[in-house]
């Protein structure tokens, strides 16, 4: 499967932004899929997944704030986020991995889209 992540741009603190993850293929919908983020100078971290079944999973920072879900038939992952910080600036990476449950290490996907950029200013 081919992934390309969009949606990415620079926000003020408090705003939202939705990211858009759209995928080749026709075995989308058997995929679980996540959504990672690298700032400047740090490392690759997880930030939400969802399951083939729809279940997901947060990092706490993004708790409350952040809601991932799928759209199979449009063969789409979304990450809409809200009350954005300052903190969560980086390149955020859309991903997907088979089996049967999500997962949160990086090193779990089998399938990486190229990351788009989000900058949230203070």
């Known amino acids: 499967v081919q992934l390309q992540a969009s949606g990415g741009g620079l926000v003020q603190a408090g705003g939202s932004l939705r990211l858009s993850c759209a995928a080749s293929g026709r075995t989308f919908s058997t995929y679980n899929l996540g959504w990672f983020r690298q700032a400047p100078g740090k490392e690759r971290e997880f930030v939400a997944a969802?399951?083939?079944?729809?279940?997901?999973t947060y990092v706490d920072s993004v708790k409350g704030r952040f809601t991932i879900s799928r759209d199979n038939a449009k063969n789409t992952m979304y990450l809409q986020m809200d009350s954005l910080k300052p903190e969560d600036t980086a390149v955020y990476y859309c991903?997907?991995?088979?089996?049967?449950?999500?997962?949160?290490?990086?090193?779990?996907?089998?399938?990486w889209g190229q990351g788009t950029l989000v900058t949230v200013s203070s």
């Open positions: 991903a997907a991995r088979r089996g049967y449950s999500v997962a949160r290490a990086a090193k779990e996907y089998d399938y």
């Open positions: 969802i399951s083939w079944s729809g279940g997901s």
